[in-house]
């Protein structure tokens, strides 16, 4: 069999071992792959590259992607999508393993209802992929905000300052949860919740009261109602939230409410580099290894996912069901530790 490998959508720790997995596990089974460059752009513009004369065995550490991303979606005209049904067909490729977040999922899941064989392996800092327990990327990313927030709370109390750390993580508040919990945030906003600016003070105040500074957690996503949409948007319609600043928006309100001194810091894309953690490189090698298993099985038309601690296949539909946001019993602990 001849495999094709892409990786599609917002980069993040985990995709190089992942890669590394599908190669090796269809190798050792006795087929071949080639990876397609920069997500689905490499399949509409036939822009390949071969494994055979790279030592793959270092990318399990590795952040990044050797196949490089982008947020190209190939079926919004009927031109490009004959360009990648053609480049399939010019290098012989039997199924697709299409490693992504909903986005590069859906185009996959598209691909497969054109008839092509396609598995898909889900990953994200976001973690909000509906059918997978925890996406890879996501411990990665948590993890360099948990440190930045530590590193915040030095700075913080030095200065007697409020500081608002704002995250990314798109519309589900997985990231700002971890930080705001792992790192003891005295208040974390999160998209699943209304915004609550009296609830923000009082949490504030209460942990200037106690130690002198305090410091909040922000999800890009929050709802801050008419301060509203200012983003760009990306090719598949989502706005560009990191632009709507609302760390800064934070903090001036607060330093406005209160009068004590506020900083805000927008950790963006520092979260999505860097070695992936321990977690993600076994998630993403198991979820490569498992995504080359189905399409063996003649499972196709299926994404490898997380379920409790088993890898399993699940149909495209249900995997794109609905995106996972974060839940009443995760809010509830996370509003436990509030300053
Ligand atoms: O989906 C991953 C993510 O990092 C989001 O958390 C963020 O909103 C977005 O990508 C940023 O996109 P870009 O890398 O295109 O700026």
Known sequence: MRFGVLTGGGDCPGLNPAI???????????????????????????????????????????????????????????????KVLRTLDRHGIDVL?????????????????????????????????????WTFGFDSAATVAVEALERLRDTADSHHRVVVLEVMGRHAGWVALATGLAAGADFTLLPEEPYRPEELLQHVRAGVARRGYALVVASEGIDLGAKGSVGGKDEFGHELLRERG?????????????????RSAQIGHIQ?????????????????????????????????????????????????RSPKVVGPEWIDLLHTFDG
């Open 20 to 82: 590394r997995a599908v190669v090796y596990r269809a190798r050792q089974r006795g087929h071949t792959v080639l990876g397609f460059l920069d997500g689905w752009k490499g399949l509409r513009d036939d822009l390949t590259r071969g494994f055979e004369d790279v030592d793959l065995g270092p990318l399990v550490g590795k952040g990044g992607t050797v196949l490089g991303s982008s947020r190209t979606n190939p079926f919004t005209t009927p031109e490009d999508a004959d």
């Open 97 to 133: 393993i299409a490693i992504g977040g909903d986005d590069t999922l859906s185009a996959g899941r598209e691909l497969a209802r054109r008839g092509r064989k396609v598995v898909g392996v889900p990953k994200t800092m976001d973690n909000d992929v509906g059918a997978t327990d």
């Open 246 to 262: 609302v760390g800064a928006f934070l903090a001036r309100q607060i330093e406005e409410q209160t009068k004590f001194e506020t």
């Open 272 to 320: 999505r580099g860097g070695p992936p953690t321990l977690f993600d490189r076994l998630l993403a090698t198991r979820l490569g290894a498992k995504a080359v298993d189905l399409a063996l099985a003649g499972r196709t038309g299926e994404v490898a996912v997380l379920r409790g601690s088993e890898v399993v296949g699940v149909p495209f539909d249900e995997a794109l």
